[in-house]
């Protein structure tokens, strides 16, 4: 069952296996519905959604005019999406906001498909890995954990995604067009999608040409537009020291003691941020700014589970090194394949992700870099493993056998975290509203008016008695690798 | 060949625990319960885990956070089988949980000073204060928790 690849003709990937391409398709959507079951198991969150929901609630004309008036932040498209499924909700929020989160699981990981290309049997038995290193990255798990009612970063991860998939796509003259409409749109949905226009670019260096010249230049115009409305007429700036706490060494510094320390020259902690944003997704440690496991193995108070992590995302990098040291005379000749420029682009995206977060580190901001990690370890590890086939050493293979055994075990250690995580969630979020009335009177949450009450009332209902908690899971490990919800 | 070993044992662990999450969904969507934990069977057991959501739920369902109802022996210790709400709620140290029930009127005025007992018998003082914030309750120490330890059978 083999069909011609149009890609046949670049010399990428020679034959077609058309049940073994919808064998993926199958495990993935299988995989990313049960995700999306556990996530179905959360509620609306009091915290950061219960307040956006009460501003969803005022006109669009209000809503854009409050956004193009404030400080720090230009996120007009964010607010508009989450307006756009909350008036569509008709009150049913719910089944809307969490419905769409679910959408947008699907929905990535079909563009992680369209990227990876699976196309033979073996590329469908690399599938659960590749699946495993994107949904059981750190830095993905907020994008499922939290919601504002949507998860925006979930939004610019399906905008990364579907830029490469354009970028790496034949040339037709509406790529330009979607491609300017995509930046644009993820540019004013939050910082990180600025992101998508070093995919654009990033592919195009590697000589990707989805996006043609012309395209190329009207993607330059806009984020030059953006730059300038931002820092000119609008002057909303970036963020300051003093917009939030921040991980430094190995601990979380207070808004205060950023001010104190480095309030006078920031460029330290900028350039901290900076490189340990990177080092995270790369190493799987610091997290969040913090270097939580080296000072846990540095005390001598480590659980052996806690350097899963460290010791899984190391592994895939290792592996991605593997794959850039055997390509890389290739690569300097100019002979990229398909997932040459996946890795490559894994690269761009990391650095400009790592840029992006200099004010301060959070594992989510850096969730598109997270995702190219993903793509990236598929495209190596299918070309290690058609290496292998190669080498004249059976004890090489045998001990890569074991190692890969040992990789695979780690991540599907951090894929039943993920799920532990969001199940702990359910019960963490509705006890938030079992306990509201007590934060209302303590000015914790704030309900201004009579609108605002029945609002409570419904998500509290919503949350407590129409869609009560999912049970805990009775998970091997679970105990070890619950998180700290 | 050994490129497809490779793959398979690389693919293994991750393919065994999304199977075993596909099926943990598809049971819990056909209304089954497998491979999931216990979760509290009454108001008591609920306020002895600290789960306020589901003290919440089983409230609206009208039972009665004062009525004794039997506990799980993981919820609070095998020595203690029998409990109200209230009970478990000060004996897991819960004072939100006994601030809720104050909240909705679930205290009724002469418990109040048993509970602060119980409370000063469990060593949560947190919740005495709150129960007897004026002074500390007058209490025969150990009668109020020998009171709840007396009703599971030796």
């Not at chain 1, 995302?313 to 005379?329: D, E, M, Y």
């Not at chain 1, 993903?374 to 495209?379: D, G, H, M, P, R």
């Not at chain 2, 709400?85 to 009724?108: C, F, M, N, T, Y």
Request: hydrophobic share 55%; aromatic share 10%.
């Amino acid at each position: 069952m083999t069909a011609a690849d149009p890609a046949s003709r670049t010399g990428d990937t020679p034959r077609v296996d058309v049940a073994a391409t919808w064998t993926a398709y199958a495990m993935a959507v299988a995989a990313a519905v049960t995700l999306g079951h556990f996530l179905l198991g959360l509620p609306i969150q009091v915290s950061d959604s219960f307040g956006n929901m009460l501003k969803l609630s005022s006109s669009w004309s209000e809503l854009f005019y409050s956004e193009f008036t404030q400080h720090a932040y230009l996120r007009p498209m964010m607010w508009a999406h989450l307006k756009a499924v909350h008036d569509l909700s008709g009150g049913n929020y719910f089944a809307w906001f969490r419905g769409a989160h679910v959408v947008q699981v699907v929905i990535l990981v079909l563009l992680f498909l369209a990227l990876v290309r699976p196309r033979s049997w073996r590329d469908a038995a690399i599938l659960p890995f590749g699946l495993a290193v994107l949904f059981g990255m750190h830095t993905f798990t907020g994008t499922v954990r939290e919601a504002f009612p949507l998860n925006t970063f979930m939004t610019i991860l399906i905008c990364c995604f579907a830029a490469a998939v354009i970028a790496l796509a034949p040339y037709r003259w509406w790529n330009d067009v979607l491609a300017v409409l995509l930046f644009a749109f993820a540019a004013l949905t939050v910082e990180t999608g600025l992101l998508v226009w070093v995919i654009f670019v990033g592919a195009a260096v590697t000589g990707a040409r989805g996006v043609s010249k012309l395209g190329l230049a009207a993607l330059a115009a806009v984020l030059v537009a953006y730059f300038y409305v931002r820092f000119g007429p609008l002057a909303i700036g970036t963020p300051g020291l003093m917009e939030r706490s921040s991980g430094f060494g190995f601990r979380v510094l207070e808004q205060a003691e950023l001010v104190e320390r480095f309030g006078s020259d920031p460029t330290l902690f900028y350039a901290y941020n900076v490189v340990t944003s990177a080092l995270s997704v790369l190493l799987g440690e610091p997290s969040a700014g913090v270097f939580g496991v080296t000072h846990a193995v540095a005390t001598g108070t480590a659980d052996p589970v806690i350097l899963i992590q460290v010791a899984s995302s190391t592994a895939v990098t290792l592996l991605i090194a593997v794959f850039i040291g055997t390509r890389w005379r290739r690569w300097r000749a100019g002979a990229l394949e398909r997932d040459d420029r996946l890795v490559l682009l894994f690269g761009f995206v990391l650095a400009a992700n790592a840029a992006i977060s200099y004010p301060y580190t959070k594992d989510v901001i850096m969730s598109p870099a997270g995702t190219f990690l993903a793509v990236a370890a598929f495209a190596a590890a299918r070309h290690a493993a058609n290496r292998i086939d190669q080498l004249q050493h059976p004890d090489v293979a045998v001990l890569a056998a074991s190692v890969a055994l040992l990789v695979g075990f780690a991540w599907a250690a951090r894929v039943e975290r993920l799920h532990l995580a969001l199940r702990e969630a359910a019960v963490v979020e509705r006890r938030d509203w079992a306990y509201i009335e007590s934060d209302v009177e303590r000015g914790a949450v704030k309900v201004p008016d009579a609108r605002a009450r029945s609002l409570m009332r419904t998500l509290q209902h919503d949350a407590l008695m129409r869609h009560p908690a999912p049970p805990p899971l009775d998970l091997p490990l679970a105990r070890s690798l619950a998180t700290d919800d | 060949m050994r490129g497809t070993v490779i793959c398979a044992a690389l693919a293994l662990a991750p393919g065994i625990v999304w199977l075993y999450l596909a099926a943990i969904a598809a049971a819990e969507s056909a209304g089954g319960t497998w491979l999931t934990a216990r979760t509290p069977a009454n108001i008591a057991e609920a306020a002895g885990t600290a789960r306020a959501d589901l003290v919440v739920r089983f409230l609206e369902a009208g039972q009665d956070p004062a009525r004794v109802y039997p506990l799980h022996p993981d919820v609070i210790s095998s020595t203690v089988l029998h409990a109200t709400a209230l009970e478990a709620a000060v004996w897991s140290h819960q004072r939100p949980l006994i601030e809720l029930l104050d909240r909705k009127g679930a205290i009724p005025g002469g418990g109040r000073h048993a509970l602060a007992c119980l409370a000063a018998d469990v060593g949560v003082d947190d919740i005495v204060g709150y129960l007897s914030p004026a002074a500390p309750p007058d209490c025969v120490r150990g009668e109020a928790m020998g009171q709840v330890t007396a009703r599971t059978p030796r």
